[in-house]
């Protein structure tokens, strides 16, 4: 029973290009959060989805960042345009209920603007 | 606004020693807590889950202690081996029918062989 699964694990972008990272949640889990962790920082929540929904997204800048988690396949975590200060490591967790069930976290895509 | 504190931010202690972290948390109205392992450059490992309802649980050499009045949790390490060396972080989640844990920075722990 594979955990969940991000890739790429290492993302280098230049300034102005699009970020695509990938979620895909554990076997049977159909709730999935995004958290964004910053140099020196703690983790911060970004989004939670279920499928074909986002039920939250208060943590998300206003503007280029977006998420999705289709029907079918991953959820994608995208930005758009990106600038150096997007630079961090992107978690993605995913469980099987909302709220009290235990979350489970991936190994996390480190993306790098230059 | 739930805001979490882990003391100390670092840790450097000889291998074999018992030790403990620390977690605060200024919001007691908490539905759960729950203690992640961080080596560097991976991802997060849950160590353990503490409902609101519970005191403590524990997990091999680990224990977490919950005092949800005061707004603290502590996870107690026995005999640390060089293996334990790692970031941990303190979570909690804010209700019932929440989903946003809230981090603390985390301790980062060194355990010399």
């Known amino acids: 029973n594979a955990g969940v699964m991000q890739n790429p694990r290492h993302l280098v972008r230049r300034r102005g290009q699009e970020a695509r990272l990938r979620c895909s949640p554990m076997?049977?889990?159909?709730?999935v959060y995004w958290y964004r962790q910053l140099p020196e920082e703690g983790l911060k929540f970004m989004v939670y989805?279920?499928?074909?929904?986002?039920?939250?997204e208060s943590g998300m800048p206003k503007e280029r960042f977006s998420a999705e988690f289709p029907k079918e396949g991953p959820s994608i975590l995208r930005i758009q345009q990106v600038v150096r200060g997007d630079s961090a490591a992107y978690f993605c967790a995913s469980s099987a209920g909302p709220g009290n069930t235990e979350a489970f976290f991936g190994q996390g895509t480190r993306l790098t603007v230059v | 606004k739930q805001e979490v504190t882990q003391i100390p931010a670092a840790l450097s202690v000889p291998e074999g020693e018992n030790l403990v972290l620390n977690c605060s948390f200024t919001?007691?109205?908490?539905?759960?807590l729950q203690w992640f392992r961080q080596d560097p450059g991976k991802g997060l490992t849950s160590l353990l889950l503490i409902q609101s309802s519970q005191r403590e649980q524990t997990s091999g050499r680990l224990n977490a202690s919950l005092d949800k009045s005061s707004g603290r949790s502590t996870l107690y390490i026995a005999a640390s081996q060089p293996g334990d060396s790692a970031t941990y972080l303190c979570a909690v989640n804010p209700g019932a029918g929440s989903y946003q844990l809230t981090f603390g920075k985390g301790t980062k722990l060194s355990v010399i062989p």
């Open positions: 076997k049977g889990h159909s709730h």
């Open positions: 919001d007691s109205a908490i539905y759960n």
């Open positions: 989805l279920q499928k074909e929904n986002i039920i939250d």
